[in-house]
């Protein structure tokens, strides 16, 4: 097993090879992220880093579902409005991933869904409101990815009152973005971590992977597994934290579009794959998928690592 | 010399009927190649241990890579 | 936790949910160039094969077990090491004799049983670039009569965005091939050393043709050098004996029934062939070629071979399979050139499972020295009875099975039946006889495992 944990705390020059051990921090997407890597030359690197930085600005820029100013929240717009709006490559390529996605889960991940947030708040300690049926009926009647209609270059909506969201999409994606930008700008050895959407470049200077903990959420400091990374991604589901109990049965954040209601089975599911965002995807359908989330992550022949409800 | 002269003809075949009908093929549309069905041979023992039966049982052997060597089988 | 329940999922597009996520990640535009490049392994592996191999009639058998261990080493390497050993028993056919009607006879001295041991040791070093790979590997393999060192180097080049790849391998073998005298056995020659030595060049182009098929051309040059005739055989030639024993004396049934009666073990196991072949007032190979006209396998010293590979392999969605088709046609100096026809079908299910049904045809023509038996020495002295050098086809029937758990552990078991006919060469049949037709029975298991 290839250990040796050379973590953020290895921060001296790896004087074998004159690199030096860089690391930045900031906030981005909405959480926490940070980006480290072997540089030669300090100052490059701070430079390399406001590179990748930019890019992920303009990633949220053009895909964040809070910002009016968004291309999303354009898209969103305009469809409601019966008209159409045309979009670019990467609009088209991330709107067929999320195509993918739909399919290989069999309509569990459906990038239409996030509607649903409104009717669920999670973000107070206060005890959850339960939606009333009728309340779920109305929001479920503008879920759909098939009402979704993409054409020549315009994406349109057959429904009124839908709404796109590239939740679980756009920051793994993100992530795998800013390793390509970082190869791009010479760097070997690296990693990218996006509020816990993580992708190497590759290995520390030596070798060793890069050795990511996942946090056991049940008791804080402990961790119950080490991933070792050299290229690939790796991306959680699921948030402890933001579980909610209802009449004593635990549900998780995830708000599943067949029924309108949060998800039991599993609290939390990370994956390794060779992309951020397939390993996003992975553990977010997995999460839906609630107790058959193992048996499809076990056919699906990726490394997880799956903490149940 | 004959065998040179045939080995450049049946080169030069392969190749004009290969790249008439060669598709740029994208890297993302590369999954279906990477399906582990697509290796030949899984395993490399099995594969190893057929050409050798066959090259001490067969005056041809080899072709598909070079240095399997030493079998000792004549 | 236990999770029991299956159902509302669609097995169908499970198998190949991971690759339709992965192509669909692909397409995006900042993931496609990071994501290419086959990266080196990070798992060390371990793998045992074990088979064993048949012949009908029990003519001989072999066991055999290879051992493989890879390790990844820096960022870019890989060490592989591997041993193989084989145990032979049986006998094989020394020499044709004729009956009274002139038909060939094998005799095999069943009488003297065998036993030979193969040990091979192999160690490889793989380098990993972004856009090539290039391995050096040497190995050693040594018998009771035989003793073989190899090199062999290779490199390909991936170009035109991965899709075209160009690979380049050049090889040395180099072998101290004697027999092991057995004093103890009729008909054995007093010990010869010699070596061989074998260079081999290959050219090869793989291509993705389109998003299910990978097409490769390979062109190997090999050539031979050295004595190369096979020790233990020996050939029949009428006009070297004291007489033409056709329509006198039935010579393969004579010896058929010194074999079969115990008279060639009693005369072995009692020292008589022991102090006949160790005495000085007669020289058993002398004698014999006198009386019988027995020859020494007697090859060119120099074989070249041109051997071109053609493979197709081609993914089928429907039935998630993968078909493997190769052609292998070589270009022989000794004439015995050779057609293969190798066909794999590689069936993927769901949970690891996967099975491959296999067939294989090849044809050779025989060797330009090659006879059963001779009327009368050839100019050039250059004869041959060796089987493995006689026109013939033979036709294999494989079925391979696996199955891999936790990906970690993956389980294989092979069986191959392989069916050798003097009369299954392709447009005809050039010499060779049905006294040589046989056939074999291999089964194999083996297990890798992942850390």
Redesign the interface.
């Given at each position: 097993m290839p250990n040796s944990n050379k973590g953020s705390d290895n921060s001296n020059a790896y004087s074998k090879t004159a690199l030096q051990f860089c690391r930045f921090s900031f906030h981005a997407m909405g959480s926490p992220c940070d980006i480290r890597f072997y540089a030669a030359d300090v100052v490059e690197a701070a430079s390399t880093f406001k590179h990748v930085v930019q890019d992920i600005v303009e990633l949220e820029n053009k895909y964040s579902r809070y910002k009016s100013e968004s291309l999303l929240s354009k898209v969103n717009v305009a469809a409601n409005q019966g008209a159409s709006i045309d979009v670019d490559d990467e609009f088209l390529a991330l709107l067929s991933y999320a195509n993918a996605c739909f399919e290989q889960s069999d309509g569990l991940f459906d990038v239409t869904s996030g509607l649903l947030r409104e009717l669920w708040d999670f973000s107070t300690d206060a005890a959850i409101e339960i939606p009333s049926s009728e309340q779920i009926e109305s929001v479920l009647e503008r879920i759909g990815w098939r009402h979704v209609v993409i054409k020549d270059h315009t994406v349109s909506f057959a429904k009124k009152g839908m709404a796109i969201d590239f939740g679980g999409i756009v920051k793994e994606y993100a992530a795998d973005c800013s390793a390509k930008k970082l190869v791009d700008q010479g760097v070997q050895f690296g990693l990218v971590n996006l509020g816990g959407d993580i992708k190497a470049v590759g290995p520390h200077p030596d070798g060793c992977p890069w050795n990511v903990k996942i946090r056991d959420p049940k008791v804080a400091g402990k961790h119950v597994a080490e991933i070792p990374l050299y290229h690939e991604g790796l991306a959680t589901s699921g948030d402890y934290e933001r579980c909610v109990e209802i009449e004593g049965q635990r549900y998780s954040h995830l708000l599943s579009p067949k029924t309108g209601w949060p998800v039991a089975g599993l609290s939390s599911v990370s994956v390794k794959a060779p992309q951020c965002v397939v390993a996003g995807s992975a553990a977010t359908i997995a999460m839906l998928k609630g107790n058959q989330g193992k048996a499809w992550l076990e056919s699906l022949g990726v490394e997880y690592h799956l903490i149940s409800g | 010399m004959n065998t040179t002269i045939k080995l450049f003809g049946i080169m030069l075949i392969a190749v004009s009927i290969s790249s008439c009908a060669i598709e740029p093929v994208k890297p993302w549309q590369r999954g279906r190649l990477a399906n582990p069905v697509m290796v030949r041979d899984a395993n490399p023992a099995q594969a190893v241990l057929e050409q050798h039966t066959y090259s001490s049982k067969e005056a041809t052997s080899g072709g598909y890579s070079t240095g399997a060597g030493g079998c000792g089988c004549n | 936790?236990a999770?029991t329940?299956?159902k509302?999922?669609?097995?169908i597009?499970?198998?190949?949910?991971?690759?339709?996520?992965?192509?669909?990640?692909?397409?995006?535009?900042?993931?496609?160039?990071?994501?290419?490049g086959g990266?080196r392994s990070?798992d060390v592996k371990l793998?045992y094969?074990r088979?064993k191999?048949e012949e009908k009639g029990n003519r001989m058998s072999v066991e055999?077990e290879?051992v493989?261990l890879t390790v990844p080493?820096?960022?870019d390497f890989e060490v592989t090491g591997s041993i193989?050993e084989d145990i032979t028993s049986g006998a094989s056919p020394v020499v044709n004799f004729l009956d009274i009607d002139g038909d060939p006879h094998q005799f095999v001295e069943t009488g003297a049983s065998i036993k030979d041991k193969?040990d091979?040791v192999?160690a490889s070093v793989g380098y990993y670039g972004v856009d090539d790979y290039a391995s050096f590997?040497i190995?050693?393999?040594e018998?009771d009569?035989?003793?073989?060192?190899?090199?062999?180097?290779?490199y390909r080049l991936d170009i035109n965005?991965?899709?075209t790849s160009i690979?380049f391998?050049?090889?040395?073998?180099s072998?101290e091939?004697w027999n092991s005298y057995n004093p103890d056995v009729l008909l054995e020659e007093p010990s010869i050393f010699d070596r061989r030595k074998?260079k081999?060049?290959?050219v090869?182009?793989s291509?993705?043709?389109?998003?299910?098929t990978?097409?490769q051309?390979?062109?190997?040059y090999?050539k031979s050098e050295g004595n190369?005739s096979?020790p233990y055989k020996k050939v029949y030639v009428v006009d070297e004996g004291l007489v033409d024993y056709r329509g006198l004396i039935d010579v393969a049934g004579l010896f058929r029934f010194a074999v079969d009666f115990g008279l060639v073990s009693f005369l072995n196991e009692s020292g008589i062939t022991r102090f006949l072949n160790e005495s000085s007032f007669i020289d058993v190979p002398e004698v014999t070629e006198f009386l019988l006209g027995l020859k020494k396998d007697n090859r060119p010293d120099v074989r070249e071979?041109?051997?071109?590979?053609?493979?197709f392999?081609h993914?089928m969605?429907s039935t998630?399979?993968?078909l493997?088709f190769d052609y292998?046609y070589?270009?022989?100096s000794?004439g015995?050139d050779?057609h293969?026809f190798d066909l794999?079908w590689?069936?993927?299910f769901?949970?690891?499972w996967?099975i491959s049904p296999g067939l294989r045809y090849?044809s050779?023509h025989s060797?330009f020295f090659y006879d059963v038996f001779f009327e009368s020495l050839p100019e050039d002295e250059f004869v041959s009875s060796d089987y493995?050098?006689a026109g013939f086809g033979?036709i294999s029937k494989k079925l391979?099975l696996?199955k891999t758990f936790n990906?970690k552990y993956?389980f294989?078991i092979?069986y191959?039946r392989?069916d050798?006919h003097y009369d299954y060469e392709l447009g005809g049949a050039s010499k060779g006889s049905d006294i040589d037709d046989y056939r074999?029975k291999?089964l194999?298991f083996?297990v890798?495992a992942k850390?």
């Amino acid at each position: 097993m290839p250990n040796s944990n050379k973590g953020s705390d290895n921060s001296n020059a790896y004087s074998k090879t004159a690199l030096q051990f860089c690391r930045f921090s900031f906030h981005a997407m909405g959480s926490p992220c940070d980006i480290r890597f072997y540089a030669a030359d300090v100052v490059e690197a701070a430079s390399t880093f406001k590179h990748v930085v930019q890019d992920i600005v303009e990633l949220e820029n053009k895909y964040s579902r809070y910002k009016s100013e968004s291309l999303l929240s354009k898209v969103n717009v305009a469809a409601n409005q019966g008209a159409s709006i045309d979009v670019d490559d990467e609009f088209l390529a991330l709107l067929s991933y999320a195509n993918a996605c739909f399919e290989q889960s069999d309509g569990l991940f459906d990038v239409t869904s996030g509607l649903l947030r409104e009717l669920w708040d999670f973000s107070t300690d206060a005890a959850i409101e339960i939606p009333s049926s009728e309340q779920i009926e109305s929001v479920l009647e503008r879920i759909g990815w098939r009402h979704v209609v993409i054409k020549d270059h315009t994406v349109s909506f057959a429904k009124k009152g839908m709404a796109i969201d590239f939740g679980g999409i756009v920051k793994e994606y993100a992530a795998d973005c800013s390793a390509k930008k970082l190869v791009d700008q010479g760097v070997q050895f690296g990693l990218v971590n996006l509020g816990g959407d993580i992708k190497a470049v590759g290995p520390h200077p030596d070798g060793c992977p890069w050795n990511v903990k996942i946090r056991d959420p049940k008791v804080a400091g402990k961790h119950v597994a080490e991933i070792p990374l050299y290229h690939e991604g790796l991306a959680t589901s699921g948030d402890y934290e933001r579980c909610v109990e209802i009449e004593g049965q635990r549900y998780s954040h995830l708000l599943s579009p067949k029924t309108g209601w949060p998800v039991a089975g599993l609290s939390s599911v990370s994956v390794k794959a060779p992309q951020c965002v397939v390993a996003g995807s992975a553990a977010t359908i997995a999460m839906l998928k609630g107790n058959q989330g193992k048996a499809w992550l076990e056919s699906l022949g990726v490394e997880y690592h799956l903490i149940s409800g | 010399m004959n065998t040179t002269i045939k080995l450049f003809g049946i080169m030069l075949i392969a190749v004009s009927i290969s790249s008439c009908a060669i598709e740029p093929v994208k890297p993302w549309q590369r999954g279906r190649l990477a399906n582990p069905v697509m290796v030949r041979d899984a395993n490399p023992a099995q594969a190893v241990l057929e050409q050798h039966t066959y090259s001490s049982k067969e005056a041809t052997s080899g072709g598909y890579s070079t240095g399997a060597g030493g079998c000792g089988c004549n | 936790m236990a999770v029991t329940d299956d159902k509302g999922d669609n097995p169908i597009e499970k198998g190949a949910a991971l690759g339709a996520l992965m192509s669909a990640a692909l397409a995006l535009p900042g993931v496609a160039d990071a994501a290419q490049g086959g990266f080196r392994s990070e798992d060390v592996k371990l793998n045992y094969h074990r088979a064993k191999y048949e012949e009908k009639g029990n003519r001989m058998s072999v066991e055999t077990e290879h051992v493989t261990l890879t390790v990844p080493v820096g960022r870019d390497f890989e060490v592989t090491g591997s041993i193989i050993e084989d145990i032979t028993s049986g006998a094989s056919p020394v020499v044709n004799f004729l009956d009274i009607d002139g038909d060939p006879h094998q005799f095999v001295e069943t009488g003297a049983s065998i036993k030979d041991k193969r040990d091979i040791v192999e160690a490889s070093v793989g380098y990993y670039g972004v856009d090539d790979y290039a391995s050096f590997k040497i190995g050693r393999s040594e018998e009771d009569d035989y003793e073989s060192s190899y090199g062999s180097l290779s490199y390909r080049l991936d170009i035109n965005h991965k899709r075209t790849s160009i690979s380049f391998g050049a090889g040395l073998t180099s072998d101290e091939v004697w027999n092991s005298y057995n004093p103890d056995v009729l008909l054995e020659e007093p010990s010869i050393f010699d070596r061989r030595k074998k260079k081999e060049f290959m050219v090869g182009i793989s291509q993705i043709v389109n998003r299910n098929t990978v097409a490769q051309f390979n062109v190997t040059y090999a050539k031979s050098e050295g004595n190369l005739s096979d020790p233990y055989k020996k050939v029949y030639v009428v006009d070297e004996g004291l007489v033409d024993y056709r329509g006198l004396i039935d010579v393969a049934g004579l010896f058929r029934f010194a074999v079969d009666f115990g008279l060639v073990s009693f005369l072995n196991e009692s020292g008589i062939t022991r102090f006949l072949n160790e005495s000085s007032f007669i020289d058993v190979p002398e004698v014999t070629e006198f009386l019988l006209g027995l020859k020494k396998d007697n090859r060119p010293d120099v074989r070249e071979q041109w051997i071109y590979l053609l493979r197709f392999s081609h993914y089928m969605e429907s039935t998630n399979s993968g078909l493997h088709f190769d052609y292998r046609y070589s270009d022989d100096s000794w004439g015995a050139d050779s057609h293969t026809f190798d066909l794999k079908w590689n069936f993927g299910f769901e949970s690891g499972w996967q099975i491959s049904p296999g067939l294989r045809y090849y044809s050779q023509h025989s060797a330009f020295f090659y006879d059963v038996f001779f009327e009368s020495l050839p100019e050039d002295e250059f004869v041959s009875s060796d089987y493995r050098l006689a026109g013939f086809g033979a036709i294999s029937k494989k079925l391979g099975l696996s199955k891999t758990f936790n990906r970690k552990y993956t389980f294989y078991i092979d069986y191959e039946r392989y069916d050798r006919h003097y009369d299954y060469e392709l447009g005809g049949a050039s010499k060779g006889s049905d006294i040589d037709d046989y056939r074999f029975k291999m089964l194999s298991f083996s297990v890798d495992a992942k850390f």
